[in-house]
């Protein structure tokens, strides 16, 4: 189950197909982005902050590991683990108290028992000048919007 995205407007676009798969309030959803450094995961996530209503800047969570933000009805938390080394920080971290919210990860390969809560894993890769995203769905629910995102 996979798209190909020629540019950069293209992930954009499967960021707003995101949006309208997800239900109006995703709590308690968590999406999984996997795939190298420049691959595009903080572009999807971007994109899916302007999709559900945030206006301003998407700081990169690299330093701070979460970036909260308050929208309509709804937190989203981008999370990115890139400097987690060892799973235990995520209980640091208070990660499992997130779960009020839509918990959007990139680098969620750093901490590979999260694949049981998560309930969608977007993978990309480069393919040519642009990317490939790959969906795999990891609950019931994510399997279906990973069949949505595929058609
Ligand atoms: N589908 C695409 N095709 C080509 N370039 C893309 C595509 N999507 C995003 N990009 C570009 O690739 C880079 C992705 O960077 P970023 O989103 O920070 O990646 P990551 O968070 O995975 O490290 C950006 O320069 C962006 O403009
Ligand atoms: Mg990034």
Same mark, same amino acid.
């Given at each position: 189950?996979? &798209?190909?995205?020629?540019?950069?407007?293209?992930?954009?676009?499967?960021?707003?197909?995101?949006?309208?798969?997800?239900? @109006?309030?995703?709590a +308690?959803?968590?999406?999984?982005?996997?795939?190298?450094?420049?691959?595009?995961?903080?572009?999807?996530?971007?994109?899916?902050?302007?999709?559900?209503?945030?206006? +301003?800047? *998407?700081?990169?969570?690299? %330093?701070?590991?979460?970036?909260?933000?308050?929208?309509?009805?709804i937190? &989203?938390?981008? *999370?990115?683990? %890139?400097? *987690?080394?060892?799973?235990?920080?995520?209980?640091?971290?208070?990660?499992?108290?997130?779960?009020?919210?839509?918990?959007?990860?990139?680098?969620?390969?750093?901490?590979?028992?999260?694949?049981?809560?998560?309930?969608? +894993?977007?993978?990309?890769?480069?393919?040519?000048?642009?990317?490939?995203?790959?969906?795999? +769905?990891?609950? @019931?629910?994510?399997?279906?919007?990973? @069949?949505?995102?595929?058609?």
């Amino acid at each position: 189950m996979s &798209v190909f995205l020629a540019d950069e407007a293209a992930t954009a676009a499967l960021a707003e197909r995101l949006q309208a798969a997800l239900p @109006e309030r995703p709590a +308690g959803w968590t999406i999984l982005l996997n795939g190298e450094l420049g691959a595009g995961k903080s572009t999807l996530a971007r994109a899916l902050l302007r999709a559900m209503g945030h206006e +301003g800047a *998407v700081p990169s969570p690299t %330093y701070t590991l979460v970036e909260p933000y308050q929208l309509s009805g709804i937190t &989203v938390y981008h *999370v990115d683990l %890139y400097r *987690v080394a060892d799973p235990e920080e995520l209980r640091y971290l208070g990660f499992n108290e997130l779960d009020d919210g839509l918990r959007l990860i990139e680098w969620a390969e750093r901490a590979p028992e999260l694949q049981d809560q998560a309930d969608l +894993g977007i993978q990309l890769d480069y393919e040519g000048e642009g990317r490939r995203a790959s969906f795999k +769905g990891l609950s @019931e629910r994510g399997t279906a919007l990973a @069949e949505a995102l595929s058609a």
